[in-house]
């Protein structure tokens, strides 16, 4: 609940004298898409391990309608993009508005069809290889070290 006090535009004084403040009570009603913490708005971007991985440019809606922000390659679950001067407007200064705060999600996918089961394999053999390959050269330097310190 937000109280706006505006002065001199309340009901007539008595015997002539001066108007009073007129106060207006807003209630906001909750949304399910946004979350509101003073003037910021947050939301939530549901993208997938794709999306995260390779970066891209996305929809969302804001308060103003939908604006097209950029996903940035290698962003984690739990990152956040910030659309400036996107939130609420401030009672005091209508001109300035808080910002939109955009959390990133990373959905894993729970059915896969056969071919992005097929592609997945491949890119968890890829990426264990290189942990093995990094392994094996951590180990190789461990025992060049112990012959170049001798």
């Known amino acids: ?4 006090r505006v002065s001199g535009e309340g009901d007539a004084g008595t015997n002539g004298g001066r108007a009073g ?7 906001v009603k909750p949304s399910d898409y946004f979350k509101r ?12 391990p794709a999306q995260a991985a390779l970066g891209d440019e996305v929809v969302v809606k804001t308060l103003d309608g939908e604006q097209k922000i950029t996903v940035h390659a290698g962003v984690q679950s739990g990152n956040s993009i910030k659309i400036k001067n996107a939130g609420v407007p401030y009672i005091s200064r209508p ?16 059915k896969l069809s056969d071919e ?18 990094a392994h094996q050269s951590s180990i190789m330097d461990k025992v060049k070290g112990v012959f170049n310190n001798a």
Request: hydrophobic share 35%; no cysteine.
């Open 21 to 27: 403040d007129l106060f207006v009570v807003l209630h």
């Open 37 to 48: 913490d003073g003037n910021d708005v947050y939301s939530r971007l549901d993208i997938s």
């Open 95 to 110: 001109s300035q508005r808080g910002d939109h705060i955009v959390v990133v999600s990373v959905k894993t996918p729970v």
């Open 116 to 133: 992005e089961r097929n592609l997945y394999r491949k890119l968890y053999e890829i990426q264990n290889n290189k942990k093995e390959k």
């Open 1 to 4: 609940m937000s109280k706006i």
